[in-house]
């Protein structure tokens, strides 16, 4: 998954820059917005730290109540949000409705649940008390992608906020308004007016606002490339990071899978949001006796998806966000058909305007084929077939990425097997498609990242978890019965 910065500079080369966004489905510019000066940058961290002193003071109830106004505001909103997704990056309106519920309930599920998910935890030393508890850490930087332009943003923020933190955010060039209707739907909401901040900048700006010491630790959701970037200078400037990065999630279906089933439910997890997801499904390994059957009805699955006008409420494949994407994934699909793998569906691009990919499927994939070893980011699948269970294993796990990966089969109890202790990744879900949810825990492992977002060890990525021991004066300066270590050892 890539986020790259579209900027064009005024003919006046001391004027600022401007952030223009493109509809994907006509090639016609939406809006354009002008860039966040270096001066403002500085000032809209500065800020941010100030209102954080202020929001870690208030009780959780009162953060609560403004992270359900917020959640109100987007149900209240979300055709209107979902009609900016589909114009801005070409999200289905339909799913964009649903993107901007979802944040909703991602809001009420961390008001209800922050105050238990932080209380604090009583441990037994000897002390007269001992203590475990989070504080926040203050200004986190938030650096989000165009493809979920809501809710990736909630499902960091929202967990942050309910903490006491505050956050800045730099989301991709190609949807500035979605970047800015999430500033407003916070300060609509009650937060301090400077808590939540977006800003139009471009990636180079990126290293200055990881160094500003007021900000103390980063999230990323975007490509491999951008990971290893933001990883890099924050490892320089020793600040916390949680990176959600590509990913290529394998579904396997095992000699005993409902065929029908697994390739109605493959169909749906692989055009999702365009098949535009890092968990969108990619790869599928299936055994030897039931590639055929998969094959036609996957196909069939496939063919009736209907492309077209995201703003249409029948449009379940949109355009790609942008053309240059469009141009990288053929290419991928054509070194892979050069390389064997057979078209059993689409692999053309369409004439007319927009940037439109058609459903497509590739079969007999092989290792050194693009559509095996790379992550495909559109409507492109990759069917890969293997002689056994052990096999479809192996071929699952031969890849850089860990994000998710899903296992078809009669047998449940076989599948929550290979789940918890074969498939390497962040999620695996049986005879599901996989998705994220505000009680889960996401990320993954591999290239796919580290750290996790949402539950409640999502709320403790950002915070301080302090260890308090209180015990009375003149008592022994002990620690559950030990000598205290001393000066030159921890």
């Known amino acids: 998954m890539q986020a790259t910065v579209r900027l064009a500079r005024s003919s006046n080369s001391a004027a600022p820059m401007t952030f223009t966004a493109v509809n994907p489905a006509t090639g016609k510019a939406v809006a354009s917005y002008e860039e966040t000066s270096p001066a403002a940058v500085r000032q809209a961290v500065e800020q941010a730290h100030e209102a954080s ?18 959640g109100r505001l987007l149900r209240e909103r979300s055709n209107r949000y979902g009609r900016l997704m589909a114009e801005e990056m070409g999200k289905p309106i339909k799913q964009g409705v649903a993107e901007a519920q979802k944040c909703a309930d991602g809001c009420d599920f961390f008001a209800e649940n922050a105050a238990s998910f932080l209380a604090p935890e009583i441990i037994d030393t000897g002390a007269a008390k001992s203590f475990v508890t989070f504080q926040p850490l203050g200004v986190i930087l938030a650096i989000m992608p165009w493809n979920f332009p ?54 180079g700006s990126v290293d200055d606002l990881i160094a500003n010491p007021l900000v103390r630790a980063v999230t990323l959701t975007g490509s491999g490339p951008a990971g290893r970037a933001v ?15 590509g990913g290529s999630d394998a579904y396997l279906v095992l000699d005993d899978a409902d065929v029908s089933f697994a390739a109605k439910a493959s169909a749906e997890g692989r055009l999702v949001n365009s098949g535009q997801s890092c968990i969108a499904a990619k790869r599928f390994i299936v055994v030897d006796s039931l590639h055929s059957s998969f094959e036609d ?74 559509a095996y070893d790379e992550e495909m980011f559109g409507p492109v ?33 076989r599948g929550e097997r290979l789940a918890v202790e074969a498939v390497e990744a962040g999620s695996v879900f ?36 302090k260890t308090v021991v209180v015990s009375e004066s003149g008592g022994s300066p002990t620690v559950g019965g030990r000598q205290a270590a001393s000066a030159k050892t921890e």
């Open 297 to 370: 009805a996957f196909v069939e699955e496939m063919r009736a998806a209907k492309m077209g006008d995201p703003l249409s409420e029948d449009t379940t494949v949109g355009p790609l966000a942008r053309h240059d994407l469009r141009e990288a994934l053929h290419r991928q699909v054509e070194t892979s058909l050069a390389k064997g793998a057979r078209c059993l569906l689409g692999g053309k691009i369409p004439d007319g305007p927009g940037a439109f990919y058609p459903p497509t499927v590739l079969t007999d994939v092989r290792p050194g084929m693009p």
């Open 53 to 70: 002193l202020q929001w870690r003071r208030r009780d959780i109830a009162e953060r609560a109540k403004s992270m359900r106004t917020a």
């Open 381 to 413: 699948a990759a069917i890969i077939p293997v002689g056994d269970e052990k096999t479809a294993i192996d071929v699952a796990n031969d890849s850089a990425f860990g994000l998710g990966g899903g296992i078809f089969t009669r047998d449940i109890d």
């Open 231 to 245: 990883a890099r200078k924050a490892g320089e400037m020793l600040k916390k990071t949680v990176l959600e990065l």
């Open 430 to 465: 049986v005879n599901r498609t996989v998705q994220s949810h505000p009680k889960l825990p996401f990320g993954g492992v591999k290239e796919s990242g580290y750290g996790r977002e949402l539950s409640h060890y999502g709320i403790k990525e950002f915070v301080n978890i």
């Open 150 to 203: 809501f809710w990736q943003v909630f499902r960091f923020a929202a967990p942050a906020l309910m903490a006491g933190n505050a956050g800045v955010m730099k989301h991709s060039s190609n949807v500035p308004g979605c970047a800015l209707a999430i500033e407003e739907v916070f300060r609509e909401a009650g937060f301090p007016e400077h808590l939540f901040r977006t800003l139009l900048i471009g990636s």
